[in-house]
């Protein structure tokens, strides 16, 4: 990197002895960066990093930070210095992630949306420290195809919740609507597309990429999309709220093209 007080960060984190790998993830490793990217780090740790050296380093390379921000994970925040570039610095335990990819890849565990999201983080990263090659050993062990095992596990984790069963996501919208519940009709809706998107990746034997530049991603890289799904998705986006919008017809148009897809790759009854 040529930011000199990126590569400060990376290397005054490395000296801690508990901290066994440090990786970049996020759209600057990606081949779809753009002005606004910011660096993701990710801290591998043996045991947790004291807030006391973290405080430190932050505090050389950041010209403002925000510290042991926990909300998701335990993170940290920050500004670096000169460039003005935002940073944020995931700290987890290479045991967990290990764990999870071997629920996810070994034992087809999927969940309700974002099913492969770490795994992909893990895939498409770059190893900026590693001196046991703990990250590179996990990172080679899992470069493997996407089963077909795991397609029908997220299938059945994510697709009757959509609008095939009594608590769908379809119809919990139809009943917020009703009530005129605006906020519950969002959650609803972002949560629809959690499930929708994460079926989408996993036809394509895509891991999903996280939450940022979805439609970009597989327009340009996915063989199977459903009819009209960026028009329609951007369509509901942008008018959910407008009354004379008819939310639930375009929420059923949407499972009604990925309907199609499925049948076409004879997926629809799995």
């Not at 610095?89 to 999201?117: A, F, P, Q």
């Not at 397609?151 to 005129?180: C, E, F, H, M, W």
């Amino acid at each position: 990197m040529s930011d000199r007080f990126f590569n400060s960060l990376v290397r005054d984190l490395s000296e801690h002895e508990h901290v066994e790998s440090i990786l970049l993830a996020g759209s600057r490793v990606t081949d779809i960066p753009d002005k606004e990217s910011d660096y993701d780090i990710y801290v591998y740790v043996k045991k947790e990093l004291p807030i006391s050296f973290r405080e430190i380093v932050l505090n050389k390379n950041f010209s403002y930070f925000e510290l042991n921000n926990t909300i998701w994970e335990t993170e940290d925040q920050g500004i670096l210095k000169e460039s003005g570039t935002y940073v944020d610095i995931v700290y987890r335990d290479m045991n967990w992630l290990e764990s999870h990819l071997t629920e996810l890849l070994g034992k087809n565990i999927s969940s309700t949306g974002y099913s492969t999201c770490f795994w992909s983080n893990l895939l498409y990263s770059d190893i900026l420290y590693d001196p046991d090659k703990k990250a590179t050993h996990l990172k080679e062990k899992y470069t493997i195809p996407f089963s077909n095992e795991l397609v029908k596990s997220i299938l059945k984790r994510n697709y009757g919740v959509l609008r095939t069963i009594i608590p769908s996501y379809i119809n919990q919208i139809d009943k917020a609507i009703k009530r005129n519940d605006i906020i519950s009709v969002q959650h609803r809706i972002t949560a629809f597309f959690e499930s929708y998107f994460d079926i989408i990746f996993a036809i394509n034997k895509m891991s999903h990429p996280g939450e940022k530049k979805i439609l970009n991603i597989l327009k340009h890289k996915a063989k199977f999309l459903p009819q009209k799904m960026e028009f329609e998705i951007v369509n509901l986006l942008k008018n959910q709220f407008n009354s004379n919008y008819d939310v639930l017809s375009a929420l059923n148009s949407i499972c009604d093209n990925l309907d199609a897809l499925l049948k076409e790759l004879n997926l629809l009854s799995i």
